[in-house]
């Protein structure tokens, strides 16, 4: 669909005197395609030409001659809408698809450009939350999507595994523990002595202290604490890596907040240097009241440094290591705060490529009411949820397929996809409410809607039984009922460049839901295996292509799809 898009913006620009290129981007598809296949938009041009949107819209509706590929120009709201030749961008787009198959939609935008992206980054000695899910599902899906678009991608897993909540465990495993409970079930006792320690040091300032001491020793490097604290983080490891598995996820480089430990003086050093720090009743601080912000706090009275001097340092060092087109940070909205004072920081301190940080920020999880925090002991584990959800999924599969083979594997991908989608399908800096009946819904806008749409086309492609033909009678094609389903074919390459613009993997997931409507709704009317064989090649051959960009897509979102469910 691209090459109409160029046609449109190339004929907008014989008759505004703007460059196409310019123009091209300001195109956009009406959501029914019954409102043409792509709109102008004229409310920018009547900024600067002083007009009536609908004044200039008519105007160049009437001047477009139709030739080529568009069949029908008319002007409706202040917009020029464009119908183009179904017949040939049917052919185009089923071509294109049949040729290039799952690399489809890839392309050439991002070549020699790095993408550093900061995700999942759990916190060690805690259950892995939805919130780090959540974090993991976006990130994930933009490392898959850049790449696809020619990025060289970097994946870091910041683990929050330093502070001074590892001296405070500490304390509290010297006092409490229990080496038994810890190897039977590690995270949860490991959580338990937290609470406790919490609890405990609100009316016990003593103890508070005892946390310090430890993680000062821990940060000097005392071999007795740094083992502790190395088994409790090889625990948390396991649990964690047992879930990035079974999501098929993972990462280039695991550095955690510990990893900067030693490269925390560095920075410090620097932010003096350039007179940026100042101390503040003890504690070392960037001044930040200039920008209505509160300070960024580097040390504290006791000298510990703080989650803010190791993101600093983490910045600096994805910088010198991977000079990054963009470094992103997948983390909850109840941290903009923290990533604006950062980045200002990085910008006083010089460094010109802050400008390149983006905070993609995303809303809460939660189940009913219950906002997912791990502070209020008020939590909901991941592993929990898988085990529900595959539990759940098994059911509906043995409604209504009880013959089918892989019935556990099965079960698993969809609730792994019924999860992650929930978590992709909604755009990120919106909340979600997560309730099982409606994500697992294989009729509702979910992931396993999607993927019962695209087994059901493999089952299809099964019974079809032979090698799909790429060259077939397109004028077959050309009706109102298979248009809406090429049409989002064809769009599904710049839906992919908009999502990388705009880190809203959701702009995937929406058009994936249209895309199977669209399908579904040619699939209701239509038989696609019929006697007569033209018209069946060229249905299969529209067939295979919504399967290839349904499974695709899911890929992109980092969802897998059954052949059979
Ligand atoms: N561990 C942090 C948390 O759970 C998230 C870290 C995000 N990444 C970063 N570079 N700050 O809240």
Redesign the pocket.
Known sequence: MESFKEEIAKKLALKTGRGWEELVKTIEVPPQPEFGDFAFPCHGLAKVMKKNPAVIAAELAAAITVVDGIKKVQAAAGYVNFWVDRSRASREVLKNIFGEGASYGSSKVGEGKTIAI?YS???IAKHFGVG?LRSTAIGHSLYRIYRKLGYKTVGIN???DWGTQFGQLIAAFKKWGSEEKLSEVPITHLFELYVRFNKEAKENPALAEEGRSWFKKLENGDAETRKLWQHFKDLSLKEFERIYRALGISFDYYWGESFYNDKIERVIKLLEEKKLSRLSEGALVVDLSAYDMPPLLLRKKDEATL?STR?LA?AILRWEQFQFDRSL?V??VA?DL?FKQLFKTLELAGFDWSSRMVHVSFGWVKFGDAVMSTREGNIVFLKEVLEKGIELAEKTIREKNPDLKDLEKTARMIAEGAIMFADLSTRRHKDITFRWEEVLNFEGETGPYLQYTHARLASLLRKYGKPVKGEVNFDLLSSERVWPAARQLGNFPSTLLAAAEAYEPSFIATHLLDLAKAFNAFYQTERILTDDAAATDARILLCSCVKTVLKEGLYLLGIESPEEM
């Open positions: 900061d980054s759990p916190n780090h910041h683990l929050g989650y993101d983490a940070y983390v909850n941290q923290h």
